[in-house]
């Protein structure tokens, strides 16, 4: 009978941090999906493993058909070997960095002011890559002069 009590208190106990790990994990979704930047998360392959809803409209994805993808299947071959760069640039150094990128999307260009930090608290996540990035387009059409520093200064 003990073994029984005990084992049902185990189940719930883990049920309650599996429901609470849950919940969790939706709140921190619905936060990113309301934050006026495109958010990603990318592997050691610089696969996409997390896109946030501002980069699902941008490339025009449903929200299962990106995970696994990488800008080569998103973009043009020269804005992704530009990025793929700067990213490897930042895992290199291993500390954050942002960069002024130009992408091409759906025949549009889009500037955008990218920051990008190595993720190496875990084993799990070495080589892995998040990004932020800030859509600029219309303020450079305004002020094409400036340049990303003058921008985030």
């Known amino acids: 009978m003990k073994k029984k009590s005990e084992a049902?208190?185990?189940l719930r106990f883990e049920g309650t941090t599996i429901q609470a790990l849950l919940e969790k994990s939706r709140l921190l979704e619905m936060i990113l999906d309301q934050i006026d930047a495109l958010i990603?998360?990318?592997?050691?392959?610089g696969r996409y493993k997390y896109m946030n809803r501002n980069y699902h409209e941008l490339f025009n994805f449903p929200h299962n058909e990106w995970e696994g993808r990488s800008d080569n299947e998103l973009l043009n071959?020269?804005?992704a070997i530009k990025i793929r760069r700067n990213e490897q640039e930042v895992l290199m150094k291993g500390e954050p960095d942002s960069f002024e990128e130009v992408i091409n999307v759906d025949g549009r260009e889009r500037h955008l002011i990218s920051y990008k930090v190595p993720l190496t608290s875990t084993e799990s996540y070495s080589g892995?890559?998040?990004g932020f990035a800030t859509d600029i387009t219309d303020f450079k059409r305004e002020a094409p002069e400036l340049?990303?520093?003058?921008?985030?200064?």
Do not use: G, H, P
């Open 128 to 130: 892995w890559i998040c």
């Open 40 to 45: 990603y998360v990318k592997d050691t392959e």
């Open 8 to 10: 049902e208190r185990l």
């Open 77 to 79: 071959e020269d804005s």
């Open 147 to 153: 340049e990303c520093n003058e921008i985030l200064n």
